[in-house]
T-cell receptor
């Protein structure tokens, strides 16, 4: 398995533009997580899904952020409109939902909003 | 509130010496505990986990961690450090009652620098 695949790896956009980050989890994993990493706040859990259903989105910072998981092999995190303070590395991770299994992380998308 | 503390921003150690990266947690009940490592421009990689049983767990790359329930600690250790161990290390907990979804709460991370 290729692991968790995220795209794009880098994204530079202007303030006010819509940004869409994509994630393909490991086949067979039914939990998916979106994290944001910044120097100031470290790793923050934004939202997680189980069997494509959002379970907890309390970490989503504002209504400008939205996430979807239309099927077991694809998820998106959208920011609209984007702001400079959204600049961060966004990670997607997947795991098996049942039992204390570790999460596998993608390589991340480095977002820069100018 | 549930939290994970990594009290050291950076740990410096000479190659060949033992290393310890500290982690304490504040979670009610019996959480699952994890260590991850992050190399530059990469995602987090799983190192080891504690679920139950023996307090000393062994993981990847010669790392091990010791669970201490009374001190609510889960320190990462390695008997002999390598320069290639230099990276950012994260401690994480999965609180009980997280619905089996393995929701992780991460510490702030500790940068390990191993000098030749």
């Amino acid at each position: 398995d290729a692991g968790v695949i995220q795209s794009p790896r880098h994204e530079v956009t202007e303030m006010g533009q819509e940004v869409t980050l994509r994630c393909k989890p490991i086949s067979g994993h039914n939990s998916l997580f979106w994290y944001r990493q910044t120097m100031m706040r470290g790793l923050e859990l934004l939202i997680y899904f189980n069997n494509n259903v959002p379970i907890d989105d309390s970490g989503m910072p504002e209504d400008r952020f939205s996430a979807k998981m239309p099927n077991a092999s694809f998820s998106t995190l959208k920011i609209q409109p984007s702001e400079p303070r959204d600049s961060a590395v966004y990670f997607c991770a997947s795991s098996l939902a049942v039992g204390p299994t570790e999460a596998f992380f993608g390589q991340g998308t480095r977002l820069t909003v100018v | 509130a549930q939290s994970v503390a990594q009290p050291e921003d950076q740990v410096n150690v000479a190659e060949g010496n033992p290393l310890t990266v500290k982690c304490t947690y504040s979670v009610s009940g019996n959480p699952y505990l994890f260590w991850y490592v992050q190399y530059p421009n990469r995602g987090l990689q799983f190192l080891l986990k504690y679920i139950t049983g023996d307090n000393l767990v062994k993981g990847s790359y010669g790392f091990e961690a010791e669970f201490n329930k009374s001190q609510t600690s889960f320190h990462l250790k390695k008997p002999s450090a390598l320069v290639s161990d230099s990276a950012l290390y994260f401690c994480a907990v999965s609180p009980p009652g997280s619905g089996g979804y393995n929701k992780l709460i991460f510490g702030a991370g500790t940068r390990l620098a191993v000098h030749p």
